[in-house]
């Protein structure tokens, strides 16, 4: 079994089938953290309250071997939860895998392990346990990722409040679950998300500029990038800085290794750009580079000659440049 992701762990959930071990390896502790606790909630849920542990690694590391292994005549269910285990000693290790091997069906055990060597300790449990990357996920997967989350709540959102949810938080994670928190807890006892209630709570007030909207394209997100070239466009920003953003990003990217050579070094300041480059050099093939040129001078020579307005004009050629 390889590393799986966190679909695993919304499937787990919505057919009632938990795993007796978990183990989330990476350095996104946000992201473990709240797997861990869509399990411990679906586990009581199915078993109702029951007793929580929670372990810290070398720490207490002693104590939780021990606790795994004290089973009794009649075992009760318990969550143990274990952050850090790669940090046991080896001799611990030895012990943990024999657990695996044969866990308490009655108990479910969490483990994170982020240290330096936390993709060879998963190795070693992969073939007996769920291995889950703990990574966060890109902007584009925002969405698919809150829909499952609430699904699991038995919540949905409708279109347009994921939307403004979304593109209002997707600096990181944690950013767009705190929001989330709040917009469960003002909706209460009701199963359904609009965008009056993502609008109360969040705001969806979020200033964009003409870079955020060559981030969107340099990462292939058409619809984030459609959003906010039509919150520019209603605040005023006009074709021609638009054509000059795309022509700029898809220059560095048809050229980037010739501008960017390995043994180049760019400033901070410069490093921003090269991080939006280097995204879109690797979302972008090169046999699409003449087409997407050609289509920019289409849309260009159509701005300068017709009397079409700028979002007839530029949605359309979004839609060309990164068809679904």
Not at 34 to 44: E, G
Not at 119 to 129: A, C, L, V, Y
Not at 165 to 189: M, P, Q, R, Y
């Amino acid at each position: 079994m390889t590393a799986l992701k966190c679909e695993y762990i919304f499937k787990s959930i919505r057919e009632r089938r938990l795993d007796p071990v978990y183990l989330f390896v990476g350095r996104d502790t946000y992201f473990a953290e709240l797997m861990i606790q869509l399990l411990n909630d679906a586990y009581i849920k199915q078993y109702g309250a029951v007793e929580r542990l929670r372990f810290y690694g070398a720490d207490t590391a002693d104590a939780f071997i021990c606790e795994l292994f004290n089973v009794g005549m009649f075992s009760d269910r318990k969550i143990i939860i274990c952050k850090n285990a790669d940090r046991l000693t080896s001799a611990q290790k030895k012990q943990l895998l024999q657990y695996v091997k044969k866990p308490d069906p009655q108990r479910i055990v969490l483990m994170t392990a982020d240290g330096d060597h936390a993709s060879q300790f998963g190795k070693s449990f992969e073939t007996h346990i769920p291995v889950i990357n703990a990574w966060t996920p890109s902007i584009t997967q925002f969405r698919t990722f809150v829909t499952d989350y609430l699904t699991t709540r038995a919540v949905t959102i409708d279109q347009d409040a994921l939307e403004i949810l979304v593109t209002s938080t997707n600096d990181n994670l944690g950013h767009t679950f705190g929001e989330l928190d709040k917009i469960l807890a003002f909706i209460g006892d009701r199963t359904r998300i609009t965008t009056t209630d993502v609008r109360q709570v969040v705001g969806g007030t979020k200033s964009y500029t003409i870079f955020d909207f060559s981030e969107a394209v340099a990462k292939r997100d058409l619809r984030t990038a459609v959003y906010i070239a039509k919150l520019l466009l209603a605040g005023g920003t006009e074709m021609p800085l638009f054509s000059y953003a795309l022509y700029d990003l898809f220059f560095h990217i048809w050229a980037f290794e010739k501008i960017y050579p390995p043994e180049r070094r760019v400033s901070k300041k410069e490093s921003f750009e090269k991080d939006r480059h280097t995204t879109g050099h690797h979302n972008y093939a090169p046999h699409e580079m003449q087409a997407i040129f050609s289509k920019l001078l289409q849309a260009d020579l159509k701005a300068k000659s017709t009397t079409l307005d700028s979002e007839a004009i530029l949605i359309p050629l979004l839609c060309a440049i990164m068809p679904a």
